[in-house]
């Protein structure tokens, strides 16, 4: 299967959430704060949006969404699943700057730049 069928059938997925859908074709992720769910391990370890943090722990993600209240949260994952988790339970907690990105990776990179890890010297 190519790539431009792979993204045409990635795109048509539908992760529900209380948290707001935020679409690539309109969004600019300067009004953002970027939060990349996934586990430590798999952001340090594959491709992630440049300048998002990592909060995987919930706990920790309900304190930095209260301490940024007057700021929008973007929440991000590999395919966005468990961004529309996280954003129903933050959503569910209270929090009304809650947004979420429901795309792969593999699509969001033809819009913005990804970082990715360095390869270690052997």
Known sequence: MGKDMLKKIL????HPSLATKVGLENLKLEDFI?????TPQL???TPHITNSCN?????ELVEFCTQNSKEKILLVCNGGLESARYGTLLVEKGMS???YLDEYLQIIEDYFPLTYPQKEEK
């Open 11 to 14: 795109k048509q997925q539908n």
């Open 34 to 38: 970027i939060v990349d769910v996934r």
């Open 43 to 45: 952001y340090f370890t």
């Open 55 to 59: 909060i995987h722990d919930i706990e």
């Open 97 to 99: 700057n809650i947004f």
